[in-house]
Every structure is written in structure tokens, then in C-alpha cells.
């Protein structure tokens, strides 16, 4: 069973970076894809990004317009999501996720395609 944890949320001003990290528990976790989701208030949860379990294809929300970028360290058997020019419509719980997607690309972007979840990590931007 893959743990995961995620950490770097906080509350930041419109414009500002953060990099949110999601340690995993397990060696393993290089065969896994992994995404990041998030939940707004009120809001169902959506994909934000993901990555393949060999870094090679990576995954984004329009919505995200190219600010956001996602990288992994199998070394350090964590994934990052590293968030420019944040804005008050990213404030959302954001939670990592891993499942066995290899190479089925448009299971990456489905919720449902992912077999763990982390607590999440909350992000508040201010305006």
C-alpha cells in the first residue's frame, strides 16, 4: 500500500509561486503515475496535472494556462507541483494521487483511475 503526504500549501497573494511536494512511502512508487487534484469550496474535485511513472509525459487542465509544472524525483520517491502566477481561483485543497497507468494517457486525467490519495494540502490565495 502506497502512502502518500502532501506538503507546501499555505496562503500566498495573487501573483505569488508555491511548490507543493508528495512524499511517498514506498520504492515502488516509480512504477506509478501520479497526479495532483484540487477541490475548491463548494466545487466537485478536478485534475490539475499529472506525470508518468517514468517522468517521460506529463499532463495538464487547460486550466492551468502553462503555470503550473510537474515533476517527479524517483530518488526521492516524491512529485512536485511547482505553481507561478497563482490566482484566487486556484485556492483548493490539493491532494496527490497514484495508480498503475504506465502507458493508458487518458487515464491520467480521471480521479477514478488512481488506487491512493493523499490528505491533502490546502492553498489559499489572496487577492
Known amino acids: 500500500q502506497v502512502q502518500l503526504v502532501e506538503s507546501g500549501g499555505g496562503l500566498v497573494q495573487a501573483g505569488d509561486s508555491l511548490r507543493l511536494s508528495c512524499a511517498a512511502s514506498?520504492?515502488?512508487?516509480?512504477?506509478?503515475?501520479m497526479g495532483w487534484f484540487r477541490q475548491a469550496p463548494g466545487k466537485e474535485r478536478e485534475f490539475v496535472a499529472a506525470?508518468?511513472?517514468?517522468?517521460?509525459?506529463?499532463y495538464y487542465a487547460d486550466s492551468i494556462e502553462d503555470r503550473f509544472t510537474i515533476s517527479r524525483d524517483n530518488g526521492k520517491i516524491t512529485i512536485y507541483l511547482q505553481m507561478n502566477s497563482l490566482t484566487p481561483e486556484d485556492t483548493a485543497v490539493y491532494y496527490c494521487?497514484?495508480?498503475?497507468?504506465?502507458?493508458?494517457?487518458?487515464?491520467?486525467?480521471?480521479?477514478?483511475?488512481?488506487?491512493?490519495w493523499g490528505q491533502g494540502t490546502e492553498v489559499t490565495v489572496s487577492s
Open positions: 514506498e520504492r515502488t512508487f516509480r512504477d506509478y503515475g
Open positions: 494521487a497514484a495508480g498503475q497507468l504506465f502507458y493508458l494517457h487518458n487515464l491520467y486525467y480521471l480521479s477514478e483511475s488512481y488506487d491512493y
Open positions: 506525470i508518468s511513472w517514468s517522468g517521460s509525459h506529463t
